[in-house]
């Protein structure tokens, strides 16, 4: 008999982290590292924000508040979803988590059991099929190749659809590939999910404001109302405000599914940190100036890796709509062997042999669930950016 549980067991340790400690261990040994693995703007948290949570920590704000959120942080995400979406909700179908992920796991168990299916489509972050394994369901991965922009076809999602499919995870734009799902391909989902009453959605739009080239972002409860009584909303301040050690993250449906992932959280962590709330609400309702700001940047760094990238021998980049990610193909490279002397035959054998032979850390597609690709997160400098793609650019044309 083993001690450790059978769920924890099903759970797979992050593969992003395990790259990015490995990179940090290079760096210990004095190697020359760049890390393009971790999902976090380099951006400070804007200074009203930081000094919204100092005024919280002088003005004793430091103890327990409602368990799923303060009641001025609900009405300040009401009107966030109001003012950005077109969304009315009350305070009672508002909650308020620990992150954008505490959201979606407490979503995932309070409502799944063994048996049940919940629709990922691939390239997925790679968070909700473990979320779904430890609470006991099957996660349904659906490949949603290039060749589709990254993204889920109507058809692939009718195919998928099963009297057990309980949720479709809808992440847009999306973490790996940046991919955004305009108003029409939205549509077209929610009219399959029309003729699918019994499958609720999990709309993840942590990266809702990092849209590029005028890309409009859209929702699915605001593309197609009749889903609203079974659609979750999910969205934070980390990506929207550089806020990502804080966690603060919110979501919004229907109150039946809101009390019970409140039930959770009470047994749980209670009320996210009561200073991050208070930030929280500063982000949410002071001025957006940064949103604008970053949306810039991080256009600009895209635009750079994109454009380097396709210059790489056996390399292929689309350009995505969203988020701070590529996910470029890495097809060119199979079969070659690097100026290291490592024969690539996965796209992991690349990852690896990039940050042994040149020290630029980037993930793997495996671990998204399509290959062979990679991700790289622009969230860092220009400088940073030019050296890493330099040195892709090196290691590509050593590939024979
Ligand atoms: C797609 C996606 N959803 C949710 C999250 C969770 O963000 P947080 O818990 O910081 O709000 C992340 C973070 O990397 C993400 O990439």
Request: charged content about 20%.
């Amino acid at each position: 008999m083993t001690f450790l549980s059978d769920s924890i067991a099903r759970v797979q340790p992050s593969p992003t982290i395990a790259m990015t400690q490995r990179a940090s261990e290079l760096k210990a040994e004095g190697r020359d590292i760049i890390s393009l693995s971790a999902g976090e703007p380099d951006f400070d948290t804007p200074d009203h924000i930081r000094q919204a949570g100092k005024d919280a920590i002088d003005a004793g704000h430091t103890r327990y508040t409602a368990v799923d959120g303060m009641p001025a942080l609900k009405a300040a995400v009401a009107r966030k979803f109001k003012r950005e979406n077109g969304l009315d909700y009350t305070p009672a179908q508002i909650t308020v988590g620990t992150g954008g992920k505490q959201i979606l796991y407490n979503a995932l168990m309070a409502t799944l059991n063994p048996g049940d299916e919940v629709i990922v489509p691939a390239p997925y972050w790679v968070s909700y099929p473990d979320m779904v394994r430890l609470a006991g369901a099957t996660p349904v991965m659906v490949p949603c190749p290039a060749e589709t922009g990254f993204k889920l076809t109507p058809e692939a999602l009718k195919g998928a659809i099963t009297p057990r499919t309980k949720w479709l995870i809808l992440n847009s734009p999306g973490n790996p590939s940046g991919a955004g799902y305009d108003r029409t391909a939205m549509k077209a989902l929610t009219d399959v999910l029309l003729d699918a009453p019994h499958v609720w959605v999990l709309a993840d739009d942590i990266y809702e404001h990092l849209v590029f080239d005028g890309f409009e972002f859209c929702t699915p409860a605001q593309v197609e109302p009749r889903l609203k009584d079974r659609t979750l909303t999910m969205n934070g301040v980390s990506k929207a405000y550089a806020m990502t050690g804080w966690r603060i993250g919110y979501g919004a449906g229907p109150e039946t599914l809101i009390r019970a992932m409140a039930k959770l959280q009470s047994q749980s962590t209670s009320n996210p940190s009561s200073i991050s709330q208070h930030a929280a609400l500063a982000a949410l309702d002071g001025p957006q100036d940064y949103i604008a700001e970053s949306r810039t940047a991080f256009q600009r760094r895209r635009d750079l890796v994109v454009s380097g990238l396709n210059q790489c021998e056996g390399i292929t980049c689309p350009t995505p709509q969203g988020a701070f990610y590529v996910y470029p193909s890495i097809t060119g490279l199979i079969g070659r062997t690097s100026d290291g002397g490592t024969q690539i035959t996965t796209d992991e054998d690349f990852a690896n042999a990039l940050l042994e032979e040149t020290g630029v850390a980037v993930v793997f597609g495996a671990a998204f669930g399509l290959s062979p690709h990679f991700r790289i997160s622009y969230a860092t400098s220009d400088e940073e950016l030019t050296d890493a793609v330099a040195r892709i650019r090196r290691f590509c044309a050593g590939c024979r």
